[in-house]
């Protein structure tokens, strides 16, 4: 069975604010329209790459962004 992954890298979502810290409500609303139009476009399955982010990601931080998109 075909599977369509799409994934979503860190600089396509997060967002710093002047000081460097993460702007987490920018960041949530930006990777929540990236699921939506995964979702519209057809049936993917999303990878989300934190790796790359040049702002520091706690653990709470990923859990408020994966429950955005879930």
């Given at each position: ?48 790459d934190t790796r790359g982010a040049n702002v520091r990601l706690s653990t ?7 429950t955005a998109v879930a």
């Amino acid at each position: 069975m075909p599977t369509n992954i799409r994934i979503i890298q860190t600089q396509d979502f997060v967002r710093a604010k002047p000081d460097g810290v993460l702007d987490l409500a920018t960041s949530r609303d930006l990777l929540k329209n990236l699921a939506t139009e995964s979702e519209t476009a057809g049936k993917y399955l999303l990878l989300v790459d934190t790796r790359g982010a040049n702002v520091r990601l706690s653990t709470l931080d990923n859990i408020e962004l994966g429950t955005a998109v879930a």
